[in-house]
């Protein structure tokens, strides 16, 4: 299931000669849930490049989504992407489980928060 998201992040930096791994503001790890060294998954709204790799902490405010070692070939730096991570939950904890869902401009500042997706229309 769905646990974090943080929607249409920009990346700032993309460093193929770093350990592997996605660098991420800590408010915005914080804001959405996401751990240190958590799986997450990345989508690339523009060049529709999907990979798994784990978060680690960028300094607190700075904004950083850098993306590192193998992965910095699948976005540059502008790229809007999606960061995910997803859990696995009883059907107890389901029955209240809703993800925290981080909407982000282009200078990767919160512009909304939310737990729910609309339902798409036709």
């Known amino acids: 299931m769905l646990k974090a998201k ?5 990346v700032t930096h993309a460093e193929l000669d770093y350990e ?11 804001a ?3 751990r240190e060294y958590e799986q997450i998954q990345i989508y690339n ?20 989504i850098s993306v590192n070692g193998a ?3 699948k976005a540059a730096v502008g790229h809007r ?3 995910c991570a997803y859990g696995q939950y009883s ?4 029955l209240n489980h809703k993800p925290r869902l981080v ?3 282009e200078h990767n500042h919160i512009i909304r928060t939310g737990h729910a997706i609309p339902v798409q229309a036709a």
């Open 6 to 10: 943080l929607h249409r992040a920009c």
């Open 20 to 30: 592997g791994s996605c660098a991420i503001d800590s408010n915005l790890l914080d």
């Open 32 to 34: 959405a849930g996401i």
């Open 45 to 64: 709204l523009g060049n529709g490049e999907r990979f798994t790799t784990y978060a680690i902490r960028a300094e607190s405010g700075s904004r950083i």
């Open 71 to 73: 992965a910095a070939h």
């Open 81 to 83: 992407i999606i960061i």
């Open 91 to 94: 059907e107890a904890e389901l």
């Open 103 to 105: 909407y982000l401009d």
